[in-house]
């Protein structure tokens, strides 16, 4: 096991989300609006996804998994502790 503990989870803030221009944005909006809507999951603040997630929306963007996590952390959508949930591939 790693001394830095569990592979961290890949949480989205969806309230940072929401304030973050469309054409950056929608992409991953339209994706977890679609993640919530199979799960009836409608209420939360963030949204826990798959790490396969992440590799989809990765093609969806045109970028590494490595790539679009740091763009994430970059927007405050992804914590920084998302790095280590992608070293993980
Ligand atoms: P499914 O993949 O056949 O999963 C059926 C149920 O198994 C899910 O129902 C959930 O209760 C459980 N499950 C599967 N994988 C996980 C997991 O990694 N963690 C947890 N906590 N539970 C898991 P649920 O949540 O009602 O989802 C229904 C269907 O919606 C899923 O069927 C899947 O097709 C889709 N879905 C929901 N969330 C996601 C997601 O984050 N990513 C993807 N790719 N599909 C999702
Ligand atoms: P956690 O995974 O650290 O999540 C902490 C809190 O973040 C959750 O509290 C919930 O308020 C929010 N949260 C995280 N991911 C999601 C999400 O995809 N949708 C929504 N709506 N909220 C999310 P909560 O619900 O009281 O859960 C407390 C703890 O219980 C979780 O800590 C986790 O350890 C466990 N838990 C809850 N649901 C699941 C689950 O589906 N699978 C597993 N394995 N653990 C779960
Ligand atoms: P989690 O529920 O704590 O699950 C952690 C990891 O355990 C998942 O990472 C997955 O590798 C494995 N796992 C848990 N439940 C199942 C299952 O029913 N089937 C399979 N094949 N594997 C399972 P992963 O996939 O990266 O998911 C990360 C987190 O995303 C999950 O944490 C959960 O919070 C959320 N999630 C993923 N898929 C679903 C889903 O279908 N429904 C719901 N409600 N939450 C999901």
Redesign the pocket.
Known sequence: PSPLGPTP??VIDLERLQQLPKDKAGPLARYAATIQS??G?YNGKVL??????LRSLAVIYDKSPTELTEELIGWGVLDPEARRAVEAF
Do not use: G, H
């Not at 826990?48 to 997630?53: A, F, P, T």
């Open positions: 989870k890949l199979q799960r999951d826990s996804i798959r790490q396969e997630d």
